[in-house]
């Protein structure tokens, strides 16, 4: 199939491609002038430069193709410009699907977050769960906001969609805040805990890219979610596991939340003041996010999708690896 990703270049992106290449499948990526394009070039993909705010430039990326697998998205917890999220997350959202019922594509696989179901009544959640009242971060608010525009040309216009709904992504190369954790563990410059009990559902990011695929591959499923993860554990069991399996010390102090909280207050204001990131990433929008945490079951992509999920140890194994052997 000929098939056009966006956000080809991100953490799950990369092995989204690399995933499809492994497939036989023709790669069309669009890309931003600024993106690291070395893998995207090496897997043999046509590279359009351009932007999901952009539809003339989608437009042209995605003329002939048959599938789009939509990742491109702004993922953050803090951004100097919260404008940035609707831009990209809402709008941009928008704009690929709109696209896709222009050029006449048979199907779109649309990358969304566990995070856009809040905290439902229904712990473990799933697939047909109803959305909690609230979402804890600008990045998971604008991300179901773009969703919800999805679902609406859906039902109204026929987009042939289905959506994923990763959990926690681990694995190599993970620039963002788990990644950072895990690096500044194994460093020994991770001296402080906190929010020891907040439980998070994990996956490994080639399984993510895997449940992509298959669902892209997969017949007779426009109009179906897919929630992606299975093993779950709190913030001090992954620290815990961390430490054994690379060596380094456990923290010896542990914050209350409540300090933790506000302390990404005051960094989250002078952040706004100085257009500078906050500390480590703790803004205030990570903290309501670890307030919660996210508990839900991703058995209906092992079921239909006939995914295998790595067990976290073997996870964590694997990018401590990574990071020590980068060192």
Same mark, same amino acid.
């Given at each position: 199939?000929?098939?056009?990703?966006?956000?080809?270049?991100?953490?799950?992106?990369?092995?989204?491609?690399?995933?499809?290449?492994?497939?036989?499948?023709?790669?069309?990526?669009?890309?931003?002038?600024?993106?690291?394009?070395?893998?995207?070039?090496?897997?043999?993909?046509?590279?359009?430069?351009?932007?999901?705010?952009?539809?003339?430039?989608?437009?042209?990326?995605?003329?002939?193709?048959?599938?789009?697998?939509?990742?491109?998205?702004?993922?953050?917890?803090?951004?100097?410009?919260?404008?940035?999220?609707?831009?990209?997350?809402?709008?941009?959202?928008?704009?690929?699907?709109?696209?896709?019922?222009?050029?006449?594509?048979?199907?779109?696989?649309?990358?969304?977050?566990?995070?856009?179901?809040?905290?439902?009544?229904?712990?473990?959640?799933?697939?047909?769960?109803?959305?909690?009242?609230?979402?804890?971060?600008?990045?998971?608010?604008?991300?179901?906001?773009?969703?919800?525009?999805?679902?609406?040309?859906?039902?109204?216009? &026929? !987009?042939?969609?289905?959506?994923?709904?990763?959990?926690?992504? $681990? @694995?190599?190369?993970? =620039?963002? %805040?788990?990644?950072? *954790?895990?690096?500044?563990?194994?460093?020994?410059?991770?001296?402080?805990?906190?929010?020891?009990?907040?439980?998070?559902?994990?996956?490994?990011?080639?399984?993510?890219?895997?449940?992509?695929?298959?669902?892209?591959?997969?017949?007779?499923?426009?109009?179906?979610?897919?929630?992606?993860?299975?093993?779950?554990?709190?913030?001090?069991?992954?620290?815990?596991?961390?430490?054994?399996?690379?060596?380094?010390?456990?923290?010896?102090?542990?914050?209350?939340?409540?300090?933790?909280?506000?302390?990404?207050?005051?960094?989250?204001?002078?952040?706004?003041?100085?257009?500078?990131?906050?500390?480590?990433?703790?803004?205030?929008?990570?903290?309501?996010?670890?307030?919660? &945490? !996210?508990?839900?079951?991703?058995?209906?992509?092992?079921?239909? $999708? @006939?995914?295998?999920? =790595?067990? %976290?140890?073997?996870? *964590?194994?694997?990018?401590?690896?990574?990071?020590?052997?980068?060192?």
């Amino acid at each position: 199939m000929k098939v056009l990703v966006t956000g080809g270049t991100g953490f799950i992106g990369t092995n989204v491609v690399k995933r499809l290449a492994s497939g036989g499948h023709d790669l069309r990526c669009l890309v931003r002038k600024t993106s690291n394009v070395g893998t995207l070039k090496e897997i043999g993909a046509t590279l359009f430069t351009g932007d999901v705010t952009d539809k003339g430039s989608i437009i042209n990326a995605m003329e002939g193709c048959d599938w789009v697998i939509n990742l491109a998205n702004v993922f953050s917890f803090w951004e100097p410009d919260r404008q940035t999220y609707y831009d990209v997350n809402v709008q941009g959202t928008k704009n690929v699907m709109e696209c896709i019922l222009e050029t006449g594509v048979s199907k779109v696989v649309h990358i969304s977050t566990g995070a856009v179901y809040g905290k439902p009544a229904d712990c473990p959640f799933n697939e047909d769960s109803p959305v909690g009242p609230v979402r804890f971060s600008a990045y998971s608010q604008s991300k179901y906001e773009g969703e919800l525009a999805a679902w609406e040309l859906y039902k109204k216009k &026929g !987009l042939p969609l289905v959506v994923i709904y990763p959990g926690g992504v $681990l @694995g190599p190369e993970d =620039t963002k %805040l788990t990644g950072d *954790w895990m690096k500044n563990l194994i460093n020994r410059k991770a001296p402080v805990m906190a929010y020891n009990d907040t439980v998070f559902t994990f996956v490994h990011v080639k399984d993510v890219a895997e449940a992509i695929v298959r669902a892209a591959e997969k017949q007779d499923n426009i109009g179906q979610k897919y929630l992606v993860g299975k093993y779950q554990q709190s913030t001090e069991e992954m620290t815990k596991l961390i430490c054994e399996l690379s060596g380094a010390p456990f923290p010896k102090m542990s914050l209350p939340n409540t300090i933790t909280k506000f302390s990404a207050f005051i960094q989250t204001t002078i952040a706004d003041l100085t257009k500078k990131p906050p500390m480590q990433g703790v803004s205030s929008d990570y903290t309501r996010m670890m307030d919660h &945490g !996210l508990l839900f079951d991703g058995s209906k992509a092992e079921k239909e $999708l @006939g995914i295998t999920y =790595t067990p %976290l140890r073997e996870t *964590w194994q694997e990018a401590i690896r990574f990071f020590q052997n980068r060192v």
